[in-house]
């Protein structure tokens, strides 16, 4: 079992920029895929970004593309989420997932591992 530890949360202003932190505690191998999905209450939670274990792949949703960008540092097994130009609907809960697989995936059926969750509120 991996648990996946998250940080950086918090309240900013619109246009505004924060960094979100995910570190993977546990037996996780070289094709472990990590990504973040966000969910507002009452809405379904939705996909905003995936790395691959490499880190030399990455998918983003259409909603964030050029705003935000996802890396990861391998010896940390930790992923990052820099989001940048930060709108009021990008208010949300911000949770890490991840699963041993080979490519990226924007569906969270395909993911086995999450976090906690950590809160994102972006004032205008």
């Known amino acids: 079992q991996v648990q996946l530890v998250e940080s950086g949360g918090g309240v900013v202003q619109a246009g505004g920029s924060l960094r979100l932190s995910c570190t993977a505690v546990?037996?996780?191998?070289?094709?472990?895929?990590m990504a973040w999905f966000r969910q507002v209450p009452g809405e379904e939670r939705k996909f905003v970004a995936a790395?691959?274990?490499?880190?030399?792949?990455?998918q983003n949703a259409n909603s964030v593309s050029g705003r935000f960008s996802i890396s990861r540092d391998t010896a940390k097994n930790t992923v990052y989420l820099q989001m940048n130009n930060l709108k009021p609907e990008d208010t949300a809960i911000y949770y890490c997932?991840?699963?041993?697989?080979?490519?990226?995936?924007?569906?969270?059926?395909?993911?086995?591992?999450w976090g906690t969750g950590i809160q994102v509120t972006v004032s205008s």
């Open positions: 997932a991840g699963v041993i697989r080979t490519w990226t995936s924007s569906s969270i059926t395909d993911y086995a591992d």
């Open positions: 546990g037996d996780t191998s070289g094709r472990y895929v």
């Open positions: 790395i691959t274990g490499t880190g030399r792949s990455t």
